[in-house]
């Protein structure tokens, strides 16, 4: 970074302001960079309870390491410039006629495209490795976890709730998510009717949820407690009302919890009345029925019609 | 082959064509506003009437006994009605009935007095302060729906609107400053000074010049009447299936998106030609100001992109009324198809918002700092270049939306891209302020202030444009805060800093400075109390546009919500400023108070109608602060000969210069 700013200063010129700008940035900017990686990085929000979640953190961290020397290189320079070369009364000669300088100028643009294309192949390995950072990847993700042993959860989406089924539990459905820890997993994201967007902010994924799209995202839950489902997408008046929660579990006790859970749903019916389990639905279908219902625009949802005759005050 | 140049006659001051003065009619029978509203009030019913009989089999919504097919035509016969009560299709009818019609020069010469600023004018001056005022309105407006925001998202519980009303806030918020944005500079500066700077006397197309105009004012009634229709719940965006979705407020966003964008078109195609083929003899690309240069390829965005979302917006349109399935993927059509068509609009879009705040500070700072702009081929090449840029990053929006997943290195890099030719306008202004004299003056305030907002807003726009670490930024209040801090702090500032610059140009009337000094400091203090813990609450987890958050957020989002009231306080005191400044003080101003060498500057202020006397002959560039021996800029009062001598030169040459 040092080498790409500091030439951007015409020091040739003035060697006086040039090195007194250095040595002012070089300063504030070891500074700043040391209370970014010890002070600030440690605290960074939304912490590490998941393997994305702590790449996310760290890419931004180190993002933030190179950010702050050239903002600092920016602001200490502008600074320098209004204090000392401002106007003075009675002085109402022009400044230097300076139109540029060809070596400053490659130097700038030379330094500039270092860090650009750094940060960019930086941000392709923290994509690529961490098996896509938690992002959703869409259909067919190119980066997944090795092996096959990850829990597949199925988030469905609609207005105004998610729920969650598990496929390697009968097909299951609740609407907390249950995970376990050290384990990785598999999230299929789907809507229902409008775009939503899966968002449990302390597990460090995001992902749309599309109607007839499965996306998928990958995590490994790296630390047993709760946290907050909030729908990241605009879908609706209760779009602000959209969240839920969730738990990440030892492994036994997730263990027990699915067991139970999926032998409760058998024996009330619940399994047998939900819709068998597939990547995507087209809710205005219902399979055991045998029956496709009148489509009104293709939506569901109020039945086409958006708003009820009162808004309910609350969801 | 060889053009026929016609020989050059003494060139006279505008006056009468063969056609003559028109006969004068008295007021109220000649077509301005009133007009105007006759037609657009004749011509929504008109509309209204013709989709209920067109679409009488359709089911209609229960609760407004309405259907959406009526009221689009009710919006674009009216928008028809209202252009035709202005008198826009007038000439078209006279050409066609073969009439003789008025020339441009001619209207321009006839047209005075306070009446014509109401009326389709044709005088590029009129249209500059007809944007001006409008573009005012527009923004206020979209600042009471951003006080209303705030004052809900006082409590994360308690609520002063229920959550339709908060979304119908949102949506007409996001919407009316978005559109408001593209043509803050555009229109006001855009249309006012860029024949002015290029010597030129008039725009290309006088005719669509005034028509762009005079859509913006159709295009707000429309947005605004979704308040009557229970507003839309999509925010700016009109993501579908939801757009779909939504009731009859959604067909007020998408007819009013539709035709600002048609407005856009217009002028950025006018603007276009006219910086290429009206540039007086002399005025050599490497002469260009700056702002012209943002101003051609803003104009280049304009045109290229904004088609996509009017088309876009035209099969939301159908989808909402004829049942076609352009975006319903139950019925074969693709949400990622509105997404994308939407962002490949409003990717290019968000650097039309950016280029004129570029092009005004590049323009203000030699000035300023009494030096040449440092290192003019940069700054032209970082407009470009960000310019071409911008056409290849619209999918970062949808990172997370499964589209595309492996393509997404290729947009990360593209975006991170985008950064090189922007730090030339960082390279530019540094080198401009190096060993400067610099004068604090009101507009220079605000020019350094766009350098450091600019800044915290293109450095985090880094962050979001890195896939990881947009996976926990995307959606929320991080990005909020990231667009306003280039938005609002580039080119709103930049806007500021151009009305106290030119101000005096455009009207002869100076605004008052030491408002001016307490408008700089309490909008730039407010901007940044605004936005700043804005990134936090983003970074904590508060998506956009909810109107129920996390409590432990209650105290950041307290603290913004009152900066943005005092936020809102300074611009009422820009507002009581041009207000008493241009209604009521009045000080005059006709010379050249900043001692500028723009070419806009030579002639007085307010210009004469045409502009030049004479078309002048540009003689060097308009950065040449500080050298002694420079040249004046331009040769006003050429001796006859000249100006066909530099078209004959040009000829033989291919190139000029």
């Not at chain 2, 674009?76 to 020339?103: C, E, I, S, Y």
Request: aromatic residues 14%; contains cysteine; proline residues 7%.
């Amino acid at each position: 970074m040092a080498e790409s700013q500091a030439p951007a200063t015409p020091a040739k010129a003035e060697p006086n302001h040039g090195m007194r700008i250095f040595l002012i940035w070089i300063v504030l900017a070891l500074a700043a960079d040391l209370l970014i990686w010890f002070v600030w990085y440690p605290h960074l929000p939304p912490g590490r309870m998941t393997s994305s979640a702590s790449s996310q953190q760290f890419d931004i961290a180190v993002l933030a390491l190179a950010a702050a020397p050239v903002m600092l290189f920016v602001w200490i320079y502008f600074g320098y410039a209004l204090v000392n070369w401002h106007h003075r009364k009675g002085d109402d000669e022009d400044g230097p006629a300076l139109f540029g300088h060809t070596g400053i100028q490659a130097a700038w643009i030379g330094g500039t495209a270092v860090i650009v294309l750094a940060a960019f192949v930086f941000g392709t390995v923290e994509l690529i490795v961490p098996d896509g950072a938690g992002s959703g990847e869409g259909t067919t993700p190119v980066w997944k976890p090795v092996g096959s042993n990850y829990l597949q959860v199925q988030v469905i989406g609609q207005q105004w709730q998610f729920s969650y089924r598990y496929p390697q539990f009968g097909g299951m459905e609740t609407t907390q998510l249950m995970l376990p820890v050290n384990r990785p997993v598999q999230f299929n994201v789907t809507s229902l009717d409008v775009i939503h967007s899966f968002w449990p902010y302390l597990l460090g994924v995001k992902a749309d949820a599309n109607p007839g799209v499965n996306n998928v995202a990958y995590t490994t839950p790296k630390q047993t407690g709760k946290f907050v489902v909030r729908c990241n997408e605009l879908c609706g008046i209760w779009h602000g009302a959209m969240y839920g929660y969730g738990r990440v579990e030892t492994t036994s006790a997730f263990a027990v919890w699915a067991r139970a859970t999926e032998l409760a749903e058998q024996r009330s019916g619940i399994l047998r009345a939900l819709p068998p389990y597939s990547l995507v639905y087209d809710p205005t279908v219902i399979p055991q029925l045998g029956v496709t219902l009148t489509k009104v625009s293709g939506i569901t949802g109020a039945a086409g019609y958006y708003y009820p005759p009162q808004d309910p005050v609350t969801p | 082959m060889s053009i026929e140049i016609e020989p050059e006659k003494a060139q006279e001051p505008a006056g009468s064509g063969p056609a003559g003065p028109r006969p004068a009619r008295p007021w109220w029978m000649r077509p301005a506003f009133h007009t105007g509203i006759v037609g657009a009030v004749i011509g929504y019913f008109l509309g209204h009437w013709l989709g209920d009989f067109l679409s009488w089999g359709y089911a209609r919504n229960g609760l407004s006994d309405m259907n959406d097919f009526p009221l689009v035509l009710g919006y674009v016969f009216g928008t028809v009605g209202w252009l035709g009560g202005l008198g826009v299709f007038n000439d078209l009818f006279r050409q066609m009935a073969g009439k003789p019609v008025p020339v441009a020069e001619e209207e321009v010469a006839s047209a005075t007095g306070l009446a014509r600023y109401f009326r389709y004018t044709l005088d590029h001056k009129v249209v500059g302060i007809q944007y001006l005022v409008g573009m005012i309105v527009y923004f206020c407006t979209g600042g009471l729906f951003a006080m209303a925001i705030r004052t809900e998202l006082l409590s994360p519980t308690y609520h002063i609107m229920n959550a339709s009303n908060y979304l119908m806030v949102v949506g007409e918020h996001g919407t009316m400053m978005m559109m408001m944005m593209s043509s803050v500079v555009l229109g006001p500066f855009g249309q006012f000074l860029l024949p002015l700077m290029i010597g030129s006397k008039r725009m290309a197309f006088p005719r669509l010049e005034a028509l762009a105009f005079w859509l913006t004012p159709a295009a707000y009634v429309v947005l605004l009447s979704a308040v009557w229709l229970g507003g839309f719940p999509t925010g700016w965006t009109g993501y579908a299936p939801l757009s779909v979705q939504a009731t009859e407020g959604m067909d007020a966003y998408a007819v009013a998106f539709g035709i600002m964008g048609i407005s856009l078109i217009l002028s950025g195609f006018n603007i276009f030609v006219t910086a290429v083929n009206y540039r007086a003899p002399g005025m050599r690309w490497s002469r260009l100001p700056m702002f012209v240069w943002s101003m051609i390829t803003v104009s280049f965005l304009m045109v290229l992109s904004v088609p996509v979302l009017v088309g876009g917006l035209y099969l939301l349109i159908t989808d909402r009324t004829v049942e076609t399935s352009f975006y319903v993927n139950q019925l074969g059509g693709s949400s990622y198809l509105y997404e994308n068509l939407f962002w490949f609009f409003g990717h290019p879009e968000v650097y039309i918002l950016a280029l004129p705040g570029f092009g005004i500070v590049s323009e203000l700072i030699p000035v300023f700092c009494r030096k040449p702009l440092y290192g003019y081929r940069v700054a032209g090449a970082g407009m470009i270049g960000v310019a071409l840029l911008s056409f290849f990053v619209w999918q970062h929006h949808l990172f997370v939306s499964g589209i595309n997943p492996e393509m997404r290195p290729l947009f990360m890099l593209t975006t991170e891209l985008i950064s090189i030719p922007t730090g030339f306008i960082y390279l530019v202004a540094m080198g401009t302020f190096w060993k400067a004299k610099i004068r604090f003056t009101v507009p220079m305030l605000f020019a350094m202030a766009l350098y450091f907002n600019f800044l915290i807003g293109g450095i985090s726009g880094v962050f979001l444009s890195d896939v990881p670490a947009d996976t926990t930024e995307h959606g929320s209040f991080f990005v909020m805060a990231h667009f306003h801090y280039t938005i609002m702090g580039g080119l709103i500032f930049a806007f500021m800093g151009a009305t106290y610059y030119w101000l005096p140009k455009m009207m002869g009337i100076k605004l008052n400075q030491t408002l001016g000094y307490l408008h700089f400091w309490t909008m730039f203090i407010f901007f940044n109390s605004t936005f700043l813990p804005l990134f936090a609450v983003g970074m904590l987890g508060q998506p956009r546009r909810v109107y129920e958050y996390a409590r432990n957020l209650q105290p950041l989002n307290d603290w913004v919500s009152i900066s943005a009231f005092l936020l809102g306080g300074s611009i009422l005191i820009f507002i009581i400023n041009f207000v008493w400044s241009t209604v009521i003080v009045r000080e005059k101003e006709t010379g050249n108070p900043w001692q500028s060498r723009g070419l806009e500057w030579q002639v007085s202020s307010p210009p004469p109608p045409g502009n030049f006397e004479h078309i002048p002959v540009i003689l060097s560039g308009p950065y040449d602060y500080g050298m002694k021996d420079a040249p004046p800029v331009a040769d006003l009062n050429p001796p006859v000969g000249v100006v066909s001598a530099s078209y004959a030169t040009a000829g033989a040459t291919g190139v000029e210069a």
